[in-house]
């Protein structure tokens, strides 16, 4: 545990090394990540909502019609799970709490 916590000091400091990041930059990372990532990753599970669906989805908070509420929950979850690896991309929660 100890050599996995050193790790993440180490990996933190090297990060930070890269900052501050350009607000142009971190928004463009943002967008892209979050509709992308999230579809992505969701419909190599199975998930049946289609890129632009899941944009509504997470942009207009808006369910769409004849798909299934796991698969609104699941585009949801992670783009809530991005959304806190962006904080931590903008520096602003320790990695090790």
Partial sequence: M?????EID???KEIKT?????????QQI????EIGLTYTSNAIEG???TESE??????EGITI???PLKD????????QAYDFLYTLIKGKKDLRR
């Fill in 54 to 59: 899941t944009k509504i989805i997470l942009e």
């Fill in 18 to 26: 890269f900052r501050p990041l350009d607000k142009k930059l971190l």
């Fill in 47 to 49: 998930n049946s909502l």
């Fill in 2 to 6: 100890k050599d996995i916590l050193k």
């Fill in 72 to 79: 609104h929950l699941e585009a949801v979850g992670h783009a």
């Fill in 10 to 12: 180490s990996l933190q």
């Fill in 65 to 67: 019609g004849g798909k």
């Fill in 30 to 33: 943002k967008e892209y990540y």
